[in-house]
């Protein structure tokens, strides 16, 4: 099968969609398929068996993923031609426009790829904008990979603003309608988790019918726990976006606050893009006189990640909402004991007080108690590390995601053949 893999930011540290192509797409070429990611900056790492087809773009961001293109490798007037310089001002504040350029620039490399041999199928990975939909007249299936409703993002966004301005910034970010509209129109939906089928099918009205729920996998060969590797007293790891307000940075930094002023002993590892970048973050630990027990340790190779892992006392993921959760179970394949908490779709990753511990979301008090009460108890921790462990283990593996989503692929490849043939 020859499949074009649609990513607008490959980077794994652009977040779970990073993570999700490059194991998904290594595993579809393992299982002998032809693979093609067509991919927007931070471009992908990706396995050498799978050919990766890098879109320059002249979004604004572009220039921060690689400022020595941007600046010496493109002739100065390029800029300013009328597409390009629509795309550099209108993607400084607005994230549908980054994906509406990208998603035309990736239907034209498709469109060109297509004439050498045609696709069999078309896959995105959570761009879901209009260039998509064009890549329907190519003549083959299109199914995308809905990781969560960006509309999520923006009530949460909503909901943490502190000022009218920043609410209406928060508005206009979002692509609250184009990837709505888009969605309807696939010919199948793959979502990771039943939390994220049950917010598609309530905030972009699709039905059920249209979708298929794969879980993500889990690399256990790397994530794993590591032999010789002492843990660290009282250190608590959070390892995500801090400025993305899905992720629940602000209740972290509260519940903090709270254990400071309690005498509780603790560090805080933050791994994250470089501190100079942050805002939210670095903003809230002078807020709450926390600098003296945070480290900002900025980007790692997986390997350092999987040390950190394995050193943290324990691991928090505060998020407001998750459409799966990856660090949260790569933490967990480390056999550490993992806090998160009960917004969707951790509850369906972790057990509470079997193989994790989960509060409510964005409620600081107790996402306090639920810190104090692991760091103060080694044997339950212990329990739960091991359980997480056995859990990640049984349910979740990449080759397991890929063959399921191969079977999707047929199933809709099968489905346009039929139509065409009724016709």
């Known amino acids: 099968m020859r499949i074009a893999f649609i990513m607008y930011q490959g980077n794994r540290y652009s977040g779970g969609q990073g993570i999700y192509t490059y194991y998904l797409t290594r595993e579809l070429a393992r299982l002998g398929h032809e693979v093609h990611v067509i991919a927007g900056p931070p471009y992908p790492e ?18 921060f993923h690689n400022k020595r293109d941007f600046i010496f490798y493109r002739h100065p007037l390029s800029h300013f031609e009328p597409v390009n310089l629509y795309e550099l001002v209108s993607t400084r504040i607005a994230l549908s426009s980054l994906l509406l350029t990208f998603s035309m620039r990736a239907y034209l490399e498709v469109k060109r790829l297509s004439q050498e041999q045609p696709f069999d199928i078309v896959h995105d990975n959570q761009t879901l904008s209009y260039g998509i939909l064009l890549m329907k007249t190519l003549g083959c299936p299109v199914v995308a990979t809905l990781h969560h409703p960006l509309s999520v993002d923006l009530r949460n966004s909503i909901l943490q603003s502190r000022s009218l301005y920043e ?13 709505e509209v888009t969605a309807r129109r696939m010919d199948r939906i793959i979502t990771v988790s039943d939390a994220t089928t049950n917010a598609v099918e309530r905030m972009f009205h699709v039905p059920r019918s249209l979708m298929t729920r794969i879980h993500n996998g889990i690399d256990t060969d790397t994530f794993r726990p590591l032999d010789g590797v002492e843990e660290l007293p009282d250190t608590i790891l959070f390892n995500s976006n801090s400025e993305d307000r899905n992720k629940g ?5 509260e519940a903090l606050h709270i254990l400071r002023d309690q005498d509780v002993p603790f560090r805080l590892v933050i791994i994250d893009n470089d501190k100079k970048s942050l805002k939210l973050a670095p903003e809230l630990v002078r807020k ?25 006392t324990i691991v928090v993921s505060p998020s407001l909402y998750e459409g799966f959760g990856l660090p949260a179970a790569e933490a967990m394949s480390c056999g550490r004991a993992i806090i998160a908490t009960t917004a969707p779709a951790f509850p369906e990753v972790i057990a509470h007080g079997e ?11 107790a996402l ?25 283990l049984e349910r979740f593996n990449w080759r397991k995601n890929a063959l399921e989503v191969v079977q999707v692929y047929e199933d809709v490849i099968a489905r346009q053949k039929e139509l065409s043939h009724a016709g």
Do not use: K
């Not at 027990?293 to 892992?309: A, D, K, M, N, P």
């Not at 193989?355 to 008090?365: E, S």
């Open 46 to 63: 990706t396995d050498d068996s799978v050919i990766c087809h890098n879109v320059r773009t002249h979004s604004y961001w572009s220039h």
């Open 167 to 179: 609410r209406a910034r928060r508005i206009l970010w979002y692509p609250w309608i184009m990837q």
């Open 249 to 253: 940075a602000r209740y972290l930094f």
């Open 288 to 312: 709450y006189g926390l600098s003296t027990q945070t480290t900002f340790i900025g980007r790692v190779s997986t390997e350092e990640l999987v040390r950190y892992y394995n050193r943290a």
């Open 355 to 365: 193989t994790g511990w989960l509060a409510p979301p964005a409620d600081g008090p």
């Open 368 to 392: 306090a108690a639920a810190i104090r009460t692991l760091l103060g108890d080694a044997d339950l921790r212990r329990r739960l590390g091991q359980a997480a462990r056995r859990s990640i």
